[in-house]
């Protein structure tokens, strides 16, 4: 399945949130949201800084344990770049509705890592951070993503199809900050030191 725009982003798509952002890539179409800094629960407030919620939505159903993997992942790479020192005592609430995923992924005849959580992974950083950006909170840095899928015979390949995830002996995302600096190294699959050099 080839995807003939690979990806897409609209600011300020939803009205009553205070910065917005649709993005889509390799087939997944994502809705992101933030609200804050807003008034905080006492029992999550903290004194020095604001707590950050993330809420990741699947595109059917009722979120589960993919979900929460994904939900952790996005909170310690969004701290990195969010200036919470800023806002103490608030909340940054980010959600993440899918609306679309890719043809593939509902087939069932799939191995296990392609229905893993790492082919979303980016698109969900990517629409977090435009939502941020959308909402005039306060970074320290930006932060853009990539996912690698290393073929059978280790071959790297950058942005990788539904169908050469199926195929792939390993995948990867990473998360660079626009300092250069390693944010986020998340990879699924059988894979050597030598294949990860390359």
Same mark, same amino acid.
């Given at each position: ?21 649709t ?57 990195h770049?969010?200036?919470v ?24 005849? =799939?191995?296990?890592?392609?229905? %893993?959580?790492?082919? +979303?992974?980016? !698109?969900?950083?990517?629409?977090? @951070? $435009? /939502?941020?950006?959308?909402a ?27 169908? =050469?995830?199926?195929?792939?002996? %390993?995948?990867?995302? +990473?998360?660079? !900050?626009?300092?250069?600096?390693? @944010? $986020? /190294? ?13």
């Open positions: 399945m080839t995807f003939p725009n690979p990806s897409s982003a609209t600011l300020n798509t939803l009205h009553r949130a205070d910065g917005s952002a993005y889509s890539q390799n087939g997944y179409t994502i809705i992101g949201a933030v609200n804050g800094p807003i008034e905080v629960q006492r029992r999550d407030e903290l004194p020095e800084e604001a707590a950050i919620e993330i809420n990741v939505r699947p595109a059917v159903g009722v979120g589960g344990v993919r979900e929460r993997h994904l939900e952790t992942l996005i909170h310690s790479t969004l701290h770049i969010i200036l020192q800023n806002h103490p005592r608030t909340l940054i609430q980010v959600t993440l509705q899918m609306t679309s995923n890719p043809e593939n992924e509902s087939t069932t005849s =799939q191995p296990s890592h392609y229905s %893993s959580t790492l082919p +979303l992974l980016p !698109s969900l950083l990517q629409t977090a @951070l $435009l /939502a941020l950006l959308s005039s909170i306060p970074l320290s840095m930006t932060l853009t993503t990539t996912i690698l899928a290393v073929s059978p015979s280790s071959k790297p390949i950058s942005d990788p199809s539904p169908t =050469q995830l199926q195929e792939a002996a %390993s995948i990867h995302v +990473l998360a660079f !900050s626009s300092h250069g600096e390693l @944010l $986020l /190294a998340e990879s699924e699959g059988d894979f050597d030191i030598d294949t990860w050099e390359k």
